[in-house]
């Protein structure tokens, strides 16, 4: 028998992007919040640039609660599972995958929110392709921009604003929809290479300009500018630059005294009570079993661990998984379309050992509905990204372009001469749910405490096959304007696989019969449960999610508190 | 993304088995007791010179952690044909990526551990029956045509794809060459040196920016533990996977 520990108000299972921001807005109203979160507290000290440890051996992700349940994955229902990576792309700690993320930090534009509306009243309805379950968003940009900026002042957001309450700034990017102000800090820093990309993205007609990042440019809230080491990608910051979760909202969620954090949690179920209402979780840590009850449960893990502990948390009220009576729970998945990128090789050295992914040049005149797409085949598009990000072991991993051996001493020349003249742009694509694009739960593989790990059933279909072959197009002739001497386009279409931008499977909308959450991000079937993060996103434009994913926690947090005592007397 | 990295499809195709012991400072990891005079310079190809230089500059042999003595001898000579020492200078063998390998093979990379076994004694036993003698016998250009045959998939005997197997020592090689000198490669900086990489820095100025830019930024020959202040105590521990992946 479990452990049963006093009672709370919230409990929040996952203290990363999304649980990690949430837990600010509740304790500041005056919620009692236990925050339990699989892996530990890192410092600065354990984030060494240390490229094999980070990179290619997966450290500090491996040996994780997520790693212990990687997903299988396989194109379609008619294909065999392929061979399972060996690490999670998400890491467990207090601020999770924040810790060692991009930190790309962009808002959605107005049309991902309504895709089916927008589509329909420009091109018709016929332009919705086929077999896609894609719906509105079940409000608008409008009411999100409050908490876009709320967050990217309360973690720290460096950029350019583009459109102030319409005001378009061609310093910034033209297409973003208004904002109430500019961003708390200006720009990172850019290379040569980035001025020269930027230059003949002018000369092309495009409009470029600095991505956000939710890096320091400069000092704030206290904390160090950004050092430019080299080492973000995959790594934690040693100046603590990085606004992740561990540094801003959640210690700021702790001196209230209403957040309590418990380290090395590893939540099995959800208890649901006898009228059907959740009663709080069930962790181990160390072999020991808890139970911790709570009036609100929100699950702020990431997709797969969000579909995974609803599907696993099965009672009289829920026997198909928790809040999965209308069956929804792993429908309209989807993984974001961002790889499918182009590699450039470049004549002279471009200078790229020392910066960091969110540190580039965007174009963004062929994402989402920027464009006219009356003449072409598809829907959607993407966000060109250029950026300055190279470490040794990845660099002597680079194409050749056909110009030498992989080994040897004609590739060793080649190496010498060429390992900082390359350039690998990183496009994200709109990608939209299908019917048959779907997580369930493994049939065979299981977690070491006998639990199954999801299964995801997933590929790209043809509009994201045409949408990666016109960016591609585009990027391509980004790169010749600026000087490429030779170009190579990675392969589009094929499985989604498993991401880092997974999407969908408890989806957010107004209908409970396609829906697993309501606006408020809510259960529609057991409504003191809340999700967070982007398994209640329905849609992914051209974009990172995770300013996203942390706006809509925020929202349902704020949303929490204002109505505390009607959503948690639910429970009498 | 797709998140099954080339080395987990390597894994399975090579057919590696699961972890196996780590091998004990004095014994080999097929159970054989190594003496130690076995481990002196002159068991090594005396040509490393950088390894005969590191063995004096210790004073004491370096023993070997996973790696007999003959697979020793044959994998620090296909690295030497992977990654030559030529007109451009040093390469895989004066970095020491056999050696990285060697001790990887106790540590992150034991799960390749039997792949490396069967699969160095395969390409010996290739090049003496295609070639008539042991690889380390052959002259570099028919040690290269062996390396092809490999990579190509064409060479036999191997209990594995032999491509794959190419391409996990191809892999294993750069990380030993290109990868941070805690883990045992990447001597004297050559590595980093070959490509340009001016050194693990904690902080880059605009001014050291613009020096990288107008070619005058000199390396620092640092790595990333020189600086004191990162843990090392998770550096060896971790298991191998995915490759340079995106977040």
């Given at each position: 028998m479990a452990n049963r520990l006093k009672d709370t108000d919230v409990v929040i299972v996952g203290l990363?992007?999304?649980?990690?921001?949430?837990?600010?807005?509740?304790?500041?109203?005056?919620?009692?919040?236990?925050?339990?979160?699989?892996?530990?507290?890192?410092?600065?000290?354990?984030?060494?640039?240390?490229?094999?440890?980070?990179?290619?051996?997966?450290?500090?992700?491996?040996?994780?609660?997520?790693?212990?349940?990687?997903?299988?994955?396989?194109?379609?229902?008619?294909?065999?599972?392929?061979?399972?990576?060996?690490?999670?792309?998400?890491?467990?700690?207090v601020g999770g995958t924040t810790l060692h993320y991009w930190g790309q930090s962009w808002r959605l534009n107005p049309w991902d929110f309504k895709v089916v509306s927008e589509t329909t009243r420009r091109y018709g309805a016929s332009r919705i392709p086929k077999g896609s379950t894609v719906e509105d968003w079940p409000f608008d940009y409008d009411e999100l921009e409050a908490y876009y900026d709320k967050v990217e002042y309360g973690v720290g957001v460096s950029g350019q604003a583009g459109n102030v309450d319409g005001r378009i700034d061609p310093r910034g990017n033209p297409f973003e929809a208004p904002r109430r102000r500019g961003y708390p800090m200006p720009p990172l820093r850019w290379t040569e290479f980035i001025e020269k990309m930027a230059g003949s993205a002018k000369s092309l007609g495009f409009h470029p300009f600095p991505g956000p990042a939710a890096v320091n440019s400069r000092s704030y809230q206290n904390r160090s500018p950004c050092m430019y080491h080299g080492f973000c990608n995959r790594g934690g910051c040693h100046v603590d630059a990085k606004n992740s979760t561990m540094v801003t909202t959640i210690p700021r969620a702790q001196a209230t005294g209403r957040l309590k954090v418990v380290t090395r949690a590893h939540v099995t179920t959800i208890e649901v009570d006898a009228n059907g209402q959740v009663a709080g979780v069930n962790y181990l840590t160390d072999g020991v079993e808890y139970f911790q009850p709570a009036k609100v449960v929100l699950v702020a893990g990431y997709t797969y661990e969000n579909v995974r502990l609803l599907l696993l948390s099965k009672s009289k009220a829920f026997p198909n998984g928790l809040s999965n009576n209308h069956g929804q729970v792993g429908r309209h998945y989807f993984s974001h379309n961002m790889l499918a990128g182009v590699s450039a090789l470049f004549p002279s050295n471009t200078s790229s050992w020392y910066g960091l992914p969110a540190q580039g040049v965007a174009v963004d005149d062929w994402a989402d509905d920027n464009f006219d797409h009356s003449g072409l085949d598809f829907i959607g598009g993407g966000n060109l990204w250029v950026y300055s990000d190279r470490r040794p072991i990845g660099a002597a991993g680079m194409s050749t372009f056909g110009?030498?051996?992989?080994?040897?001493?004609?590739?060793?020349?080649?190496?010498?001469?060429?390992?900082?003249?390359?350039?690998?742009?990183?496009?994200?694509?709109?990608?939209?749910?299908?019917?048959?694009?779907?997580?369930?739960?493994?049939?065979?593989?299981?977690?070491?405490?006998?639990?199954?790990?999801?299964?995801?059933?997933?590929?790209?279909?043809?509009?994201?096959?045409?949408?990666?072959?016109?960016?591609?197009?585009?990027?391509?002739?980004?790169?010749?304007?600026?000087?490429?001497?030779?170009?190579?386009?990675?392969?589009?279409?094929?499985?989604?696989?498993?991401?880092?931008?997974?999407?969908?499977?408890?989806?957010?909308?107004?209908?409970?019969?396609?829906?697993?959450?309501?606006?408020?991000?809510?259960?529609?079937?057991?409504?003191?449960?809340?999700?967070?993060?982007?398994s209640t996103m329905g849609t992914s434009g051209a974009h990172n999610p995770t300013l996203t994913v942390q706006a809509?926690?925020?929202?349902?947090?704020?949303?929490?508190?204002?109505?505390?005592?009607?959503?948690?007397?639910?429970?009498? | 993304m797709t998140f099954i990295s080339r080395r987990d499809l390597l894994k399975s195709a090579v057919g590696a088995v699961a972890a196996v012991p780590v091998a004990g400072a004095f014994e080999a990891s097929d159970g054989r007791a190594i003496v130690a005079?076995?481990?002196?310079?002159?068991?090594?190809?005396?040509?490393?010179?950088?390894?005969?230089?590191?063995?004096?500059?210790?004073?004491?042999?370096?023993?070997?952690?996973?790696?007999?003595?003959?697979?020793?001898?044959?994998?620090?000579?296909?690295?030497?044909?992977?990654?030559?020492?030529?007109?451009?200078?040093?390469?895989?063998?004066?970095?020491?990526?056999?050696?990285?390998?060697?001790?990887?093979?106790?540590?992150?990379?034991?799960?390749?551990?039997?792949?490396?076994?069967?699969?160095?004694?395969?390409?010996?036993?290739?090049?003496?029956?295609?070639?008539?003698?042991?690889?380390?016998?052959?002259?570099?250009?028919?040690?290269?045509?062996?390396?092809?045959?490999?990579?190509?998939?064409?060479?036999?005997?191997?209990?594995?794809?032999?491509?794959?197997?190419?391409?996990?020592?191809?892999?294993?090689?750069?990380?030993?060459?290109?990868?941070?000198?805690?883990?045992?490669?990447?001597?004297?900086?050559?590595?980093?040196?070959?490509?340009?990489?001016?050194?693990?820095?904690?902080?880059?100025?605009?001014?050291?920016?613009?020096?990288?830019?107008?070619?005058?930024?000199?390396?620092?020959?640092?790595?990333?533990?020189?600086?004191?202040?990162?843990?090392?105590?998770?550096?060896?521990?971790?298991?191998?996977?995915?490759?340079?992946?995106?977040?």
């Open positions: 990363g992007a999304a649980g990690g921001v949430a837990a600010l807005p509740l304790a500041q109203a005056g919620i009692e919040v236990v925050g339990l979160e699989a892996g530990t507290w890192l410092t600065r000290k354990d984030f060494a640039p240390d490229e094999l440890r980070n990179n290619v051996r997966g450290w500090p992700q491996s040996v994780q609660k997520a790693n212990q349940e990687i997903p299988t994955s396989r194109p379609n229902a008619s294909s065999p599972s392929a061979p399972r990576g060996t690490v999670h792309p998400m890491q467990n700690s110009r030498a051996p992989a080994w040897g001493s004609a590739w060793k020349a080649f190496i010498k001469e060429n390992a900082d003249r390359s350039n690998t742009a990183y496009i994200q694509k709109t990608t939209l749910p299908y019917e048959d694009n779907y997580i369930d739960l493994d049939p065979v593989v299981k977690d070491p405490l006998g639990f199954p790990v999801c299964r995801v059933t997933a590929e790209f279909k043809e509009n994201e096959r045409r949408v990666s072959l016109f960016t591609q197009g585009k990027m391509e002739q980004w790169y010749r304007e600026a000087g490429a001497v030779a170009i190579q386009r990675a392969p589009v279409g094929g499985a989604m696989g498993i991401s880092t931008h997974a999407y969908g499977g408890t989806r957010m909308g107004d209908n409970p019969a396609t829906n697993v959450v309501d606006r408020w991000g809510l259960s529609h079937e057991a409504p003191n449960l809340g999700v967070l993060g982007a809509l926690a925020w929202r349902t947090a704020e949303h929490l508190a204002k109505n505390w005592n009607r959503i948690s007397n639910r429970r009498s | 005079p076995e481990r002196s310079a002159e068991s090594f190809a005396l040509r490393d010179e950088s390894m005969a230089r590191a063995f004096q500059a210790s004073g004491a042999p370096e023993a070997l952690e996973s790696l007999s003595a003959h697979e020793m001898e044959v994998l620090d000579a296909i690295v030497g044909r992977l990654i030559p020492t030529d007109a451009n200078g040093p390469g895989a063998v004066e970095a020491g990526a056999a050696r990285y390998i060697d001790r990887a093979l106790a540590g992150a990379l034991s799960p390749t551990r039997e792949a490396y076994r069967s699969g160095l004694a395969a390409l010996d036993r290739y090049a003496q029956s295609s070639r008539g003698k042991t690889f380390k016998e052959l002259s570099p250009t028919d040690q290269d045509s062996v390396l092809i045959d490999v990579e190509t998939g064409a060479a036999t005997g191997f209990a594995g794809s032999c491509a794959a197997f190419f391409a996990m020592v191809l892999n294993h090689t750069h990380q030993g060459t290109f990868g941070d000198p805690y883990y045992g490669g990447n001597r004297d900086f050559a590595g980093w040196d070959l490509i340009g990489y001016p050194g693990v820095r904690t902080m880059v100025s605009p001014t050291d920016q613009r020096t990288l830019e107008a070619h005058q930024l000199k390396s620092n020959h640092k790595s990333a533990y020189d600086y004191g202040t990162f843990t090392k105590s998770s550096a060896r521990l971790s298991a191998d996977a995915g490759g340079d992946r995106q977040a």
